[in-house]
């Protein structure tokens, strides 16, 4: 594949952001705190790209938690991840993004975030390099519909044959997918035989680079 002729969607958490397991363990002591649940790592791998508030109902109803502390949960999670959480990327991001602006690519985040996260704990420069930022604030379904996908390629203006998504859940590889994307998926969560939806899987962004390079 011409990767230069493309356009690029990120996902966040897991692509750019080592933050999945920051986020797990926050998940983990908010549903262990008060209600002495204790999640699964890859159980909550698995429902990367939701959402919060989907996240909170599918874990919470799982374990018999009622509905009416889910805000309580969200609020412990929250805090804990904050208290927590520093902004740190993959080998290969940088360079990856540095080389897609300098050749004038198009790049797009798409993250089941909240958009308060994002926007608290990420730095301004690093936002600033793609021309569009969707959020769980900005969409009415979540991954593993497309419209978060669908929705980036229309705001940067390109059909979304003409986008390349880098994903590391299966949510996202199967909203991507559905949104006629080409998907490439980074072993950085989850074993390979979850990401078998994807059109290419790699190790990491450091590979996605070599390949580029190479063509």
Known sequence: MDFESKNFLFDFDGVISKSPHTLFK???????????????EEEYYLLEGIGVQKTVEILGNKYGVNASNFQTIIKLKDAY????YTFTVYDGVYELTN?????????GLVTGADKYRILESVPKSFIDQFSTLITSDDISHPKPNPEPYI???????????DCVVLENAPLGIQAAKSAKMFVIAFKTTL??????KADLILESIVHLLKLIENQ
């Open 26 to 40: 926050a998940w983990r002591f908010a549903f262990n705190k008060k209600f002495n649940v204790n999640i699964e």
């Open 99 to 107: 080389s897609l602006r300098d050749k004038g690519i198009k790049m």
């Open 81 to 84: 991840f904050r208290r927590n």
């Open 151 to 161: 929705k980036a390629a229309k705001l940067l203006n390109v059909e979304p044959k």
């Open 191 to 196: 074993p390979e035989y979850h990401l078998s």
